[in-house]
């Protein structure tokens, strides 16, 4: 239900769009793709470790 939910606030974003907003926001959907392409909890947990530091 989660990623729904993203989509669905992004469609009906009502935000002001500016380059580091959609740079976060394409940063959280490669992190997304990343976590969903894991094969083992451990490499999940080293997808979060790499995109949790440039953020």
Known sequence: MKPFAKVFASM??????????????ALHREWDRQRANALTPSDRAEIDAIFSRSL
């Open 12 to 25: 009906f974003d009502r935000q002001a769009h500016d380059d580091s907003v959609s740079a976060r926001r």
